[in-house]
């Protein structure tokens, strides 16, 4: 299949070093570009970057971005007839029946990093997990407060090949698989509960 490739940051003093940061420019749902979320908003100095994770499962955008892109993702759906439901148990934010979900056409999520064609387009699957209890939620939450940053968890990485480059400062590439699915291509009709297994190559340069 195809790739496309970003920069990995070096972490700066008060990162961790042991983390993969990227430089994550800008969130597109159905193909658009969400303007309301600027190149800034990730910034390492503005609120403290974006690393990839595979301890956490779920993925947390600072809440400025968080926020857009929910509203985003609601008002589509919602257009579809499906409005959210509150759900009583755990931390989840935005919420459906999975009953409706599932015939609802859910709009395609792509996170765009620094680097020619470096949009990485999302399944489903990455970011609408049911919980079995009737309920499908979303997998991205807003960052804790003192939360450094955002975190790209394992969900969201799940199901896709991705290589990193790391050199010796810290720096490096990550590289990227990339899918051929159009923009908006139907979601399959149920989220599948299994999680497909993050495939991680390690490559390191010296
Ligand atoms: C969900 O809870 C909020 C706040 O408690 C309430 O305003 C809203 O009407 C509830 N929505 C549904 C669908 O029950
Ligand atoms: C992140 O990418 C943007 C857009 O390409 C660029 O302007 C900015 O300098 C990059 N930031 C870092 C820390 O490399």
Sequence with gaps: GSSSSTPLLAA????NPYWYYVN??????????LAAISAETFDVQRSGGVYLSTR????????????????????RIQS?????VNVSSGDWDLCFLTEHFANAKVPTIALVFDGADAAM???V????????HGSTCLTILPSPHGWPGSVLGSLLQAGRTMAY???SDGGGTLTFETFETAAGAPAPAKVPLMIMTTLLL???LY
């Design 12 to 15: 700066t003093k008060a990162q």
């Design 24 to 33: 994550l420019t800008g969130v597109q749902v159905d193909g658009k570009l």
């Design 56 to 75: 956490f499962a779920l993925t947390f955008l600072v809440e400025d971005a968080y926020r857009v892109l929910r509203q985003e993702l609601v008002s």
């Design 80 to 84: 579809e007839g499906v409005a959210p």
């Design 121 to 123: 387009e999302l399944n």
């Design 125 to 132: 699957k990455n970011y609408f997990q049911d919980l079995g």
């Design 165 to 167: 480059d790391i050199h």
């Design 202 to 204: 390690w490559a390191l």
